[in-house]
């Protein structure tokens, strides 16, 4: 940047000279207005002369400038490849470290034994019925009561005597 053409010149120029009628009026009769005017004023035209002094620096203090910041930015670059590198790293280590923990004696969830309940079937139910009350030897008119009497008196049959008939079940 060339020391004789400053670009904030206008602006304070601008902030310092502009004005509006009413505003100038109410400065002009309120002093603590005049002096906060006059602390921007100054404020103003110390970052104009700190602008002015930081633009005429010499060339060698750039110079030192972007190699800073191209080294710092080599810094950044390589922390960020060593991250990118160690960041998959870990996460296989914690992977292994779970597997071999996962592995590890008294770690398991004990597993109850699960009860297998046979499901009842109504229908073969009343196959099996209809099969004992065949068996027993009562006579057809009786079956039905026979089948009555079974369910309420500890499934004992009427007469149990079945040398005439053949034995055959449905019974698994």
């Not at 906060?36 to 060339?59: G, H, I, K, M």
């Not at 280590?93 to 779970?98: E, K, S």
């Not at 065949?134 to 149990?160: F, H, K, W, Y």
Request: proline residues 6%; charged residues 25%.
């Amino acid at each position: 940047m060339n020391s004789n053409e400053n670009t904030h010149d206008p602006l304070v120029e601008r902030a310092v000279v502009s004005f509006d009628l009413a505003a100038e009026h109410h400065i002009a009769k309120c002093q603590p207005c005049q002096a906060e005017r006059d602390r921007v004023e100054d404020a103003l035209r110390q970052f104009a002369a700190a602008n002015r002094e930081y633009a005429s620096r010499p060339e060698n203090f750039w110079e030192i400038q972007a190699a800073r910041i191209g080294s710092a930015r080599k810094e950044s670059e390589a922390r960020s490849r060593r991250t990118m590198a160690l960041v998959p790293s870990v996460a296989v280590l914690l992977l292994a470290a779970g597997a071999i923990l996962g592995r590890a004696p008294g770690m398991h969830p004990v597993a109850t034994p699960k009860v297998v309940t046979a499901q009842v079937d109504p229908d073969h139910e009343l196959l099996l019925e209809v099969e004992r009350a065949i068996q027993a030897d009562t006579p057809r008119a009786l079956e039905p009561a026979t089948l009555m009497v079974e369910e309420s008196e500890g499934n004992m049959p009427l007469n149990t005597s079945s040398e005439r008939k053949e034995i055959r079940s449905h019974e698994n």
